[in-house]
């Protein structure tokens, strides 16, 4: 079965930096797309990045455009999720959610499989 877990959240202060990491099981990151989701109570959940199977192409929100980077290790099964110049408004709970088929899109509604989260706390 598909399983995907989320790790590497924390608290930090504002400017600093964490990596999130995304493990999949069951899913073949070459072909399949792996995407960054993030939800502050109150708030409607957020697309903020995606990196596709088959080409590796990337989105980024604007929220979070040239701040985040996101990349993979097919290998190790594993999408990443570099986060810098954190800002409190970055404080969510963060997902990762797998599309088998493989495209770039930035909507909830097009991932199939989604991980548990991690919490992301950015404050003095």
């Given at each position: 079965?598909?399983?995907l877990?989320e790790s590497?959240?924390?608290?930090?202060?504002?400017?600093?930096?964490?990596?999130?990491?995304?493990?999949a099981?069951?899913?073949?990151?070459?072909?399949?797309?792996?995407?960054?989701?993030?939800?502050?109570?109150?708030k409607?959940?957020?697309?903020?990045?995606?990196?596709?199977?088959?080409?590796?192409?990337?989105?980024?929100?604007?929220?979070?455009?040239?701040r985040?980077?996101i990349?993979?290790?097919?290998?190790?099964?594993t999408?990443?999720?570099?986060?810098n110049s954190?800002?409190p408004?970055?404080?969510a709970?963060?997902?990762?959610a797998?599309?088998?088929?493989?495209?770039?899109?930035?909507?909830?509604?097009?991932?199939?499989?989604?991980g548990?989260?991690?919490?992301v706390?950015?404050?003095?």
């Amino acid at each position: 079965q598909v399983q995907l877990v989320e790790s590497g959240g924390g608290l930090v202060q504002p400017g600093g930096s964490l990596r999130l990491s995304c493990t999949a099981s069951g899913f073949t990151l070459d072909y399949d797309t792996i995407a960054w989701f993030r939800q502050a109570p109150g708030k409607e959940r957020e697309g903020i990045s995606v990196i596709s199977g088959r080409h590796g192409s990337t989105y980024y929100a604007n929220s979070v455009k040239g701040r985040f980077a996101i990349s993979k290790d097919n290998a190790k099964s594993t999408v990443y999720l570099q986060m810098n110049s954190l800002k409190p408004e970055d404080t969510a709970i963060y997902y990762c959610a797998a599309d088998s088929e493989g495209r770039l899109s930035q909507y909830e509604t097009e991932y199939q499989f989604w991980g548990q989260g991690t919490q992301v706390t950015v404050s003095s």
